[in-house]
């Protein structure tokens, strides 16, 4: 509540015990919040993924979604700033100690696992009146995954032994994003890049990018990854691949 009231940006936090996905009721029920709401969940029936895969619900986790509605913010940043928030809980959980890692474009990493998953959705048709909503999912103080995604995923408490305070951990990641919106906003994603740069696993290494192998160079100015194939370089943005390693 104090940290509500210190806020100039996050003024509305609604709690849900359950729900589908935080983003499908913040996008069924926006026209109701106001800029910057958060929604939070303690359970998601439905949580979903890019591409319509998946998000496995953890106990004591964090699953919540951050509605901006585009008065700073135009619609070609959605990638970048998606990133900007992986960069983000990535920069608090170090501050905690944690040994995460970013893994292009948006997942959170700790000892080769993912913790973290971010869904960015837009959601109204015309330009300058729809809305972005970001979708987070972390896996905290649950003391194991599921069977099924056991090679893949694990949680803050798994690989520390610790518990995490989640309401502390929620605040630190909102006060550290706005924080830095308005750089974001100002500058774009190439005012972060060298920090993504230095936690993001995939530079240097091969990955298969539907289907075909490439190294991985750079990341772009706008957060792109850039890659080489047989002495080409190629450009990939976000939305329009699924890495496997
Ligand atoms: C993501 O998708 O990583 C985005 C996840 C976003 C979840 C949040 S929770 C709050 C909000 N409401 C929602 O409904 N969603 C958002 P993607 O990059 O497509 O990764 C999905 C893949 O991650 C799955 O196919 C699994 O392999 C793996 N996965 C599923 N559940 C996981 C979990 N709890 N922890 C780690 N990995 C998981």
Redesign the pocket.
């Known amino acids: 509540r104090d940290y509500i009231q210190s806020s100039n940006l996050f003024k509305e936090f609604i709690y849900i015990d359950e729900v589908?996905?935080?983003?499908?009721y913040v996008k069924q029920n926006q026209q109701h919040f106001k800029n910057a709401t958060v929604v939070y969940?303690e359970r998601?029936t439905?949580?979903?993924?890019?591409?319509s895969?998946?998000?496995?619900?953890?106990e004591k986790?964090?699953?919540?979604?951050i509605l901006l509605k585009l008065l700073l913010l135009d619609l070609e940043k959605i990638i970048p700033l998606t990133l900007f928030t992986g960069l983000v809980i990535n920069r608090v959980l170090r501050k905690y100690g944690v040994n995460s890692f970013i893994k292009w474009s948006?997942?959170i990493y700790l000892n080769g696992?993912?913790?973290?998953?971010?869904?960015s959705e837009l959601s109204g048709e015309v330009e300058g009146l729809g809305s972005i909503i970001i979708?987070?999912?972390i896996?905290v103080n649950a003391k194991s995954?599921p069977e099924d995604?056991k090679d893949?995923?694990?949680?803050l408490k798994a690989e520390t032994s610790q518990d995490f305070d989640r309401t502390r951990l929620i605040i630190d990641i909102l006060i550290e994003f706005e924080r830095d919106l308005s750089n974001f906003d100002k500058y774009g994603f190439s005012y972060f890049r060298d920090e993504y740069k230095s936690f993001c696993i995939n530079l240097g290494k091969e990955i298969l990018i539907n289907g075909e192998r490439m190294l991985c160079r750079d990341i772009g100015e706008n957060g792109e990854l850039v890659c080489e194939k047989d002495g080409k370089i190629i450009e990939i943005s976000s939305g329009e691949v699924?890495i496997r390693f």
């Open positions: 589908d996905s935080t983003n499908t969940a998601q439905q949580g979903r993924g890019r591409l895969r998946r998000w496995v619900d953890l986790g964090i699953k919540m979604s948006n997942d696992k993912k913790i973290c998953g971010i869904l979708g987070i999912g896996n995954v995604i893949i995923a694990t949680t699924t």
